[in-house]
C-alpha cells in the first residue's frame, strides 16, 4: 500500500495571499479580498504604494527640475499643504522640507558654477559702517612697571601651630 501526502500549500490554495518574495516563497497569511487575492498587509503596502506614486504628481506635478528659489517655495508651498490634509506623514514632511532647504541653500553655489565661477561687477558687495564706535587703544604697554604703593598682604604663619 502506498500512501499520496497530500502538500499543504496546495490545499485551498485559493485562500492564501497570491504574494511572492525575492526568493519565490509565497506568503502564508489568508486573502482578505477575494477580489485582490492579498493577505491585509500586503493589501496595504501595494495601496501605499500608489498612494506615494499620486504624492510624486501632487507635489512635483508641473515642476520641471529644482533650479530656482521659486519653484523650491512652490514645492514646499504644496508639501505644507499635504502635510495639513494628512497625506504626509510627519517625519516624511521633515525630511522632504530638510531636503528642500538644502536645494535652497545650494543654488548660489549652482549659478556661481553655472557662470563660469567669474566674479559679477554687479553682484553686490558687503561693506560694513562701524559709525562712531572708538578704536582700541593699540598704545604700546610701559617699558617699566611702577613699584606698587602698598605692600602685599604677607600672611604669617602661626607659631603655635603644629605642622601637619
Not at 29 to 38: D, E, K, N, R, T
Not at 110 to 121: I, K, L, N
Amino acid at each position: 500500500m502506498s500512501k499520496t501526502a497530500s502538500k499543504p500549500c496546495s490545499i485551498n490554495d485559493s485562500a492564501r495571499c497570491q504574494h511572492r518574495t525575492v526568493t519565490g516563497r509565497r506568503c502564508r497569511l489568508a486573502v482578505v479580498h477575494p477580489s485582490s487575492g492579498l493577505c491585509f498587509r500586503h493589501a496595504f503596502l501595494r495601496s501605499k504604494l500608489g498612494e506615494e506614486a499620486d504624492l510624486r504628481t501632487a507635489l512635483a506635478g508641473d515642476l520641471p527640475d529644482f533650479t530656482s528659489a521659486e519653484q523650491i517655495n512652490a514645492f514646499l508651498s504644496k508639501l505644507i499643504l499635504l502635510l495639513s490634509e494628512n497625506r504626509v506623514s510627519p517625519r516624511r514632511a521633515a525630511v522632504i522640507a530638510y531636503v528642500g532647504s538644502l536645494l535652497l541653500r545650494s543654488l548660489p553655489l549652482v549659478q556661481w558654477e553655472r557662470s563660469g565661477g567669474a566674479d559679477d561687477s554687479d553682484s553686490p558687495k558687503v561693506i560694513v559702517d562701524f559709525g562712531d564706535l572708538p578704536r582700541p587703544n593699540r598704545n604700546p604697554l610701559p617699558a617699566k612697571a611702577e613699584a606698587p604703593t602698598e605692600p602685599a598682604l604677607v600672611i604669617e604663619p602661626d607659631p603655635t601651630r603644629k605642622p601637619s
